[in-house]
């Protein structure tokens, strides 16, 4: 079956001036490859500032106007140009915005996720709402109630491809499980589902599949059912974000994800990589790898090195 989204190869820079003459341009997101299919809940996961939210804006075709986009995005099958994006954008695909900064300060709840009142309040009620929330305006919210809205004038669309950055900040753990779980619901209605996430654990707990982004790459995709085990794991920095979780006694490595613009040639995780090797600095493929897929030249699972 033809997948949902096809992200291959996608760079996303920014162009920045220098005291307003000298051009400069910040590569934020590198070769960066994504498969979503419909039914799944596909998992990003990724320290702040490795381009997770870019790749969501990338996809709904709303990035700033100093950005570059360029390799290519296909939605069922169809170059995913900012026009057709446009066109899909709110109906077919979806955005739950890190930021509930993006609901209209000055219109009540209610219209903002639907026209239809009924709808309105049916969905309103699936999210844990009562109905009078949809005559609020958006400063009378408390913060949960705030993110819930977001994400029921997301999915009353009933899109195609949901897009949720950062889905659940601030919720606690009970109010968070609920909403990751209505996002599985509508995978299982047949939606692909992108839940962006820092959060690994709170990601493996609805995801069918995660992939792993590490200053503006991917350098794993793989079955989130490979997390169970360590061995499993193909790429390093997926392995210690593994030793990372809780239950794994929370060991760190040491260094930190190099900003735009400082990245290393060749693997970007290298510099803080306990199996790296000189040629780590140059080409590094993307190699499929027992049912998933890993950019190194030598990983912890698979190929030979
Ligand atoms: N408009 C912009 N101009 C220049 N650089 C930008 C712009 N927007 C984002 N960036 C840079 O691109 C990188 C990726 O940003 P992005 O917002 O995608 O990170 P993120 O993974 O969503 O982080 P977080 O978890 O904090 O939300 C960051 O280093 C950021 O500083
Ligand atoms: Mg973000």
Redesign the pocket.
């Given at each position: 079956m033809t997948p949902i989204l096809e992200v291959e190869d996608l760079s996303i820079s920014?162009l920045?001036y220098d005291r307003g003459t000298r051009r400069r341009v910040?590569p934020?997101i590198r070769r960066l490859d994504l498969t979503l299919e419909a039914g799944q809940v596909t998992a990003v996961v990724?320290?702040?500032?490795?381009?997770?939210?870019?790749?969501a804006h990338g996809i709904l075709g709303i990035l700033?106007y100093?950005?570059r986009m360029a390799g290519t995005i296909r939605y069922r099958g169809e170059p995913l140009t900012p026009q057709r994006a446009a066109a899909l954008r709110g109906r077919e695909i979806v955005l739950v915005p890190?930021s509930v900064s993006y609901l209209d300060p000055l219109r009540k709840v209610g219209p903002q996720v639907d026209r239809d009142r009924d709808k309105v309040q049916a969905v309103l009620g699936r999210y844990g709402l009562g109905p009078e929330t949809g005559d609020l305006y958006p400063f009378e919210l408390s913060g949960g109630m705030a993110r819930r809205v977001l994400i029921a004038t997301a999915v009353a669309a009933s899109p195609a491809l949901v897009v949720a950055d950062?889905p659940t900040p601030g919720l606690d753990a009970r109010v968070a499980g609920r909403i990751l779980g209505h996002f599985r619901e509508l995978a299982e209605g047949g939606a692909a589902v992108l839940l962006i996430t820092?959060d690994l654990e709170l990601a493996l707990t609805i995801a069918h599949k995660v992939a792993v982004f590490y200053a503006g790459e991917t350098v794993e995709e793989a079955p989130a059912a490979d997390f169970a085990r360590r061995e499993d794991l193909r790429h390093p920095y997926t392995r210690a974000l593994w030793d990372a979780l809780p239950q794994h006694g929370f060991t760190s490595i040491p260094g930190t994800q190099p900003?735009?613009g400082a990245v290393p040639e060749g693997c970007p995780f290298a510099p803080r990589c306990p199996r790296r090797q000189p040629d780590c600095g140059g080409d590094i493929p993307y190699q499929t790898v027992a049912g998933g897929r890993v950019r190194c030249l030598h990983p912890e699972r698979g190929a030979a090195s």
């Amino acid at each position: 079956m033809t997948p949902i989204l096809e992200v291959e190869d996608l760079s996303i820079s920014f162009l920045q001036y220098d005291r307003g003459t000298r051009r400069r341009v910040l590569p934020a997101i590198r070769r960066l490859d994504l498969t979503l299919e419909a039914g799944q809940v596909t998992a990003v996961v990724g320290s702040s500032g490795s381009g997770k939210s870019l790749l969501a804006h990338g996809i709904l075709g709303i990035l700033p106007y100093n950005a570059r986009m360029a390799g290519t995005i296909r939605y069922r099958g169809e170059p995913l140009t900012p026009q057709r994006a446009a066109a899909l954008r709110g109906r077919e695909i979806v955005l739950v915005p890190q930021s509930v900064s993006y609901l209209d300060p000055l219109r009540k709840v209610g219209p903002q996720v639907d026209r239809d009142r009924d709808k309105v309040q049916a969905v309103l009620g699936r999210y844990g709402l009562g109905p009078e929330t949809g005559d609020l305006y958006p400063f009378e919210l408390s913060g949960g109630m705030a993110r819930r809205v977001l994400i029921a004038t997301a999915v009353a669309a009933s899109p195609a491809l949901v897009v949720a950055d950062e889905p659940t900040p601030g919720l606690d753990a009970r109010v968070a499980g609920r909403i990751l779980g209505h996002f599985r619901e509508l995978a299982e209605g047949g939606a692909a589902v992108l839940l962006i996430t820092h959060d690994l654990e709170l990601a493996l707990t609805i995801a069918h599949k995660v992939a792993v982004f590490y200053a503006g790459e991917t350098v794993e995709e793989a079955p989130a059912a490979d997390f169970a085990r360590r061995e499993d794991l193909r790429h390093p920095y997926t392995r210690a974000l593994w030793d990372a979780l809780p239950q794994h006694g929370f060991t760190s490595i040491p260094g930190t994800q190099p900003y735009p613009g400082a990245v290393p040639e060749g693997c970007p995780f290298a510099p803080r990589c306990p199996r790296r090797q000189p040629d780590c600095g140059g080409d590094i493929p993307y190699q499929t790898v027992a049912g998933g897929r890993v950019r190194c030249l030598h990983p912890e699972r698979g190929a030979a090195s």
